[in-house]
Nanobody, 116 residues
Framework: QVDLVESGGGLVQSGGSLRLSCTAS????????WGWYRQAPGRERELVAT???????NYADSVKGRFTISRDSRKDTHYLQMNSLKPEDTAVYYC??????????WGQGTQVTVSS
């Protein structure tokens, strides 16, 4: 049983920044991947960033160079720092975790809106 609570979304002008946070609770001791994906109206769900237990990261081409994923083990929290935001980044952002045993959990979503 894992619960993910995320926050940090909001309205920002093009070129601005936001930091999303995702805090996990429950039986999370076997987590090995932390990440974020997003869903925008009229667009496919997109995996935007992941970080693995050894620290390696991956980013979607659409956010590479602008977004940074990180995690804080002490706080059971992972983050998505979003810089140079564009209107096309507007979406609901969901955090997720992968656990050993092929289990995955996701958060409730937070809206990010970037104005033109």
């Amino acid at each position: 049983q894992v619960d993910l609570v995320e926050s940090g979304g909001g309205l920002v002008q093009s070129g601005g920044s936001l930091r999303l946070s995702c805090t996990a609770s429950g039986r999370i001791f076997s987590t090995y991947v932390w990440g974020w994906y997003r869903q925008a109206p009229g667009r496919e769900r997109e995996l935007v960033a992941t970080i693995r237990i050894e620290g390696s990261t991956n980013y979607a081409d659409s956010v590479k160079g602008r977004f940074t994923i990180s995690r804080d083990s002490r706080k059971d929290t992972h983050y998505l720092q979003m810089n140079s935001l564009k209107p096309e980044d507007t979406a609901v952002y969901y955090c997720y975790v992968h656990l050993y045993g092929n289990l995955a959990y996701w958060g409730q979503g937070t809206q990010v809106t970037v104005s033109s």
